[in-house]
Structures are given as structure tokens and as C-alpha cells.
């Protein structure tokens, strides 16, 4: 697909949310796309004591489900910009924590967290092994860092920020049932933007489609301005799963 046809694309649907695949997320998801496990139990240890904990993009609540089950006196928030992807969190979690349809942009929850964590959801880091990159799911630069700014004013002093990584983004294609294939394709836009087109397909016909823009930020860059937040970097955890910071 050319420039112009994604960008006739992009006018049809709402761009920079999951709302075109919601139906099929979980299906992608729990195939192989996130190990589970391994993320509740990296983040079980990132948050120790902390009991109140807000989730930077809950999605459909699967990262908060093994999270409630490592430990259930969490006080967790699930953040989400998609109401989809919220309703199917609140069928799998009920009352079981809070829930927050808002454009992170514009965050404002009046009350502060003694933890914070985006695992494919706002932010993440891209590990290319001698480096990492920061990813944005808001392709503005300025936006995001207003972003970013906002969820530190929600963190307490001692707070931390944990942001997972992940591998480079490549085009490929995976049967996810008999019947199901999932597919993604990058597209490279230059000054630090790509697009990752999401499409499931059965018996060869389209049935769901996203297009999600990001921005990469280089890491010395993005550790400088948490810096100015008055944020320190805290590093990588023993499993290279995610990158923390903490308020001062």
C-alpha cells in the first residue's frame, strides 16, 4: 500500500487507537505476541510494596488480570484512550479495579499513583541491543512530551515509571487459528515516524485493519528530559524486560 492510500485509509478510521482489530486483540495477544508470565512476574517485582498503580493503556486488561493474580491488594487503574478495548477489560475484571477512558494527552485523574507502567500501551522502549530507542504511541513530539509530563505529575515523590521493551518492529505474517492470520507491515515516514499496518485476514479477506502511528525518540534524549521532570533512571531490570524511573 502507497503513501496516499494509507493516508486515505487513516481518514476513514480513527488513527493512534485499537478501535479497527478490538475484536481480534486477545486472539493476537495471548498467541505467542506477549509472554504474560514473564511480564507480571518482572512487574510484580518493579512495584514491591506499592499498592496503588496506574496502567499507561490497559487495553482489554490482560497485563492487569496477572497482575491482580501476583497480588491481589493491588489498587490498580487501567487507562485506555479506546472504549473497546475498555468494555472487554471490565467483562474480564469487573470491579476488580478502576477503569479510565482518557486521552492521555489530557490526563487528569485527581488523585496521585505510587506507580505507574506502560507495557505496549503509550510508551515503550525498542531494544536494539546496544541501544534502545523510546516509542511513542503519540507521534508528536511536543504532545508527547506534555504527555509524559502530565503522567509524572501524577506520580508521588519516590513513584516509579516502568516502560517495557520490546524488539524491533519487521514485517511478518502468523496463523493465529485455522482460520485466522495475523499480519503487520512497517512503513518507514522519515524524521523519526513509522506506521505499523495490523490486518487479520480469513480465507484471504480482510475482516479487521488498523493503522498506528509512532514516534522514536533516542534514548539519551528521552532520559534527559525525564531528567528536567525531576525523574532519575533507574535502568533496566535483571530480565532486560523494562526501563524504570523514578520521581524525586
Known sequence: MNQAARESTYAAQDLNTYSG???YYDVL?????????EITRDLTEIIGARQRVLELG?????????LLKQNPKLSLTGLDNTESMLAQAKDRLAEKIQYELQDVTTLS???????????GGCWYFIDLGERLDFCSHIDDRKT????LRRVVEHLEPGGVLALALQDPHTDYSKPLTDELTYSQAIHNEGDGLFT?????TKQNEVVAEQFYRYLVIP???IHDFFGELGCKPLGLNSTRKFF?????
Open 144 to 147: 508527547c512530551e506534555k504527555s
Open 21 to 23: 482489530i478490538s475484536d
Open 29 to 37: 495477544m495471548t498467541n505467542g505476541y506477549y509472554n504474560y508470565d
Open 58 to 66: 490497559v487495553g482489554t486488561g490482560l497485563v492487569a488480570e496477572g
Open 109 to 119: 485523574l485527581g488523585r496521585t499513583f505510587e506507580a505507574s507502567f506502560s507495557v
Open 219 to 221: 534514548d539519551q534524549e
Open 196 to 200: 505499523k499496518q495490523y490486518t487479520f
Open 244 to 248: 524504570t524511573y523514578q520521581k524525586q
